[in-house]
């Protein structure tokens, strides 16, 4: 910033010219005093807030990061000194949360270390948050070699780089670094209480505004659940907090899911096959239009360890959290992390026809998608284990059969996102659909399927795509 007097001024002007100089410099000099500083506490600087949604175990955040460095018990139990009960160090219950907090840190610096609330528990062989005792998810961005081999003295911390590269590392809690404390924020009402609905033989009935979908005591084969329409509701949204059920072998390469299934009938706003795999992290709006009832179906062959937890809220027609007519996800945060279905385990499935959408934000007026960083973040067309047709990044008319469309921009497919896209046409949306079928077979069975001349479209694993809102 320039700083300047009104003694220098004095010296190189006069009469009117200098009456206007001093008016310029005096407002200028108010409008700086006025802006609002960032809150402080003892120690700490608050640096942004995040609502989350019912996907985490409470609404909505402050995050404040250290003005000094302690080892990670020290900055554990200043959180709770300087903030109360309500406090701790930081965990990050999802990838939206994650990609939010990257970017409240930009404006502080690049190669700093922060301790996060994340502990390695050797008892059970897993990393925990200790703000919730929730596991962490299986998507967490460790850095190369790391968790390696933890054991109970060992924390993760944040090594940030950049909104775009921060990795998560293991480290000793004796030693000293940065911190960022989380503060809940106290809601002005009690939250409905969640009713935790189990599978049993026959359909189970969800008839609570808030509820948890989840495994039984006893193994059933198909676990159905009936949500049956609220009075005054429009449609429901479904957080995956947790799910794994199995693919078929041969899901890589066919993209279909032919073992264990989860199906969803009764919604009228999107278009897409049996799901399988892992769903951890997502989330859904199913619209009820004229249905009475959403069935959720999970259907499984055997039983080898599946789990979910699905939380499914209720939401009426004239609230203000209702996702727009026609969106599956709907993203309310200035940036955030869209994932195809069955991302976290690489695998593409087929038969998917659903819009993404993104709420604008106050101020904003452009959008730009990117790819999430890593090699194969982004291939949903083509062949990816040999040089045959399809490979590379395509766009327009060449998207025949698996696409993503950004709205009021073209079609991207193939196996790699081209570097930003961006543009202002509102809504914000993007319109995601993966064709019935990933392997073309010759016509005459006698051929030999040969990806290096003929058109095959296997081995995709999807895409990871970072959105962020501008307001320029």
């Known amino acids: 910033m320039t700083h ?36 402080k506490e003892p120690g700490m600087t608050y640096i942004g807030h995040f609502s989350g949604g019912n996907a985490r175990s409470f609404q909505a955040s402050d995050y404040y990061v250290s003005d000094n460095a302690a080892t990670w018990t020290i900055a554990n139990n200043n959180c709770k000194a300087i903030f109360g009960d309500i406090a701790s160090l930081v965990s990050l219950e999802s990838e939206d949360e994650k990609n939010s907090l990257n970017a409240m840190l930009e404006d502080y610096g690049a190669g700093i270390t922060y301790w996060t609330s994340g502990i390695y528990d050797p008892s059970g062989a897993v990393w925990r948050w200790t703000s919730n005792n929730a596991p962490i998810g299986n ?36 030693q000293k670094n940065s911190f960022i404390c989380e503060v809940q924020s106290t809601p002005t009402t009690a939250p409905p209480p969640t009713v935790t609905y189990q599978c049993s033989t026959g359909a189970t009935v969800v008839t609570n505004n808030l509820a948890r979908l989840v495994p039984g005591t006893e193994f059933h084969q198909l676990c159905r659940y009936v949500v049956p329409k609220q009075s005054g509701a429009c449609q429901i949204r479904l957080d995956f907090s947790r799910f794994q059920i199995a693919e078929d072998t041969d899901t890589p390469v066919t993209g279909s899911c032919d073992a264990d299934t989860f199906t969803i009938s009764g919604n009228t706003n999107a278009r897409f096959g049996p799901l399988c795999g892992n769903l951890d992290g997502q989330h859904m709006y199913l619209d009820y239009g004229t249905s009475e009832n959403i069935n959720l179906d999970i259907f499984m062959v055997a039983f080898i360890g599946q789990t979910w937890d699905i939380g499914v809220t209720q939401i009426k027609c004239d609230s203000t959290d209702k996702a727009p007519s026609g969106c599956l996800q709907y993203f309310t945060e200035q940036r955030g992390t869209v994932k195809s279905f069955n991302f976290n385990l690489g695998h ?18 452009r959008i730009e998608w990117r790819s999430c960083g890593g090699d194969k973040d982004f291939s949903i067309s083509g062949e990816t284990e040999t040089s045959g047709p399809d ?6 008319d060449s998207c025949t059969r698996d696409w993503v469309m950004i709205y009021g921009d073209t079609k991207y497919c193939g196996t790699w996102f081209p570097g930003v896209v961006t543009t202002s046409t509102q809504p914000f949306t993007m319109n995601v659909h993966f064709d019935e079928v ?20 296997l081995f995709n694993p999807g895409f990871c795509l970072i959105y962020s809102q501008t307001p320029n």
Do not use: H
């Open 4 to 39: 300047c007097s009104l003694e220098g001024l004095s010296k190189t002007m006069s009469g009117k010219t200098l009456l206007l100089a001093i008016l310029v410099f005096l407002a200028a000099s108010f409008s700086q005093n006025d802006a609002a500083p960032k809150k």
């Open 139 to 174: 998507w967490a961005p460790w850095g190369t070699g790391y968790p390696g081999s933890p054991t109970s003295v060992s924390r993760l911390a944040i090594l940030y780089l950049n909104q775009f590269s921060a990795n998560w590392v293991s480290i000793y809690n004796t």
């Open 348 to 365: 593409q499935l087929n038969n998917q026809d659903y819009s993404v959408c993104v709420k604008t934000n106050p101020s904003m007026k």
């Open 391 to 396: 490979v590379g990044g395509q766009s327009g």
């Open 438 to 457: 990933e392997v073309r077979f010759p016509s005459d069975p006698s051929i030999p399927v040969d990806c290096t001349i003929q058109s095959c479209d």
